[in-house]
């Protein structure tokens, strides 16, 4: 199944929207997902958004949010001295 979008609550909130978005390969509740992404997030309040605003705005704050840690850990993994990318295992 395509990694997408499987649900979507927003919340009005006191600073924004708050938007929950389930991302994933497979059904909500679903074990067998190989990617299940749960992001909340206040985004401002907009002007006559249509939902797919609200996803992307959402989406955007997590992409940051993700970028910063991404970068944190590669300093941190540079640091002790290892490369960014580690060895994979071949299992038979």
């Known amino acids: 199944m395509p990694i997408e979008i499987r649900q979507c ?3 009005p909130g006191t600073n924004g929207d708050i938007v929950q978005l389930h ?3 497979a059904p909500l509740g679903d074990s067998a997902a190989s990617v299940a992404l749960h992001v ?3 985004v401002p309040f907009l002007e006559a958004p249509l ?4 996803q992307r705005e959402a ?5 940051e949010t993700l970028g910063g840690l991404l970068q944190k850990s590669a300093r941190e993994i540079a640091a002790a ?3 960014l990318e580690p ?3 071949h299992r038979r």
């Open 9 to 11: 609550v927003v919340t």
């Open 23 to 25: 991302i994933s390969d």
């Open 40 to 42: 909340t997030a206040t």
């Open 51 to 54: 939902l797919l605003h609200l």
């Open 59 to 63: 989406m955007t704050v997590a992409q």
């Open 81 to 83: 001295g290892q490369g």
């Open 87 to 89: 060895r994979r295992l």
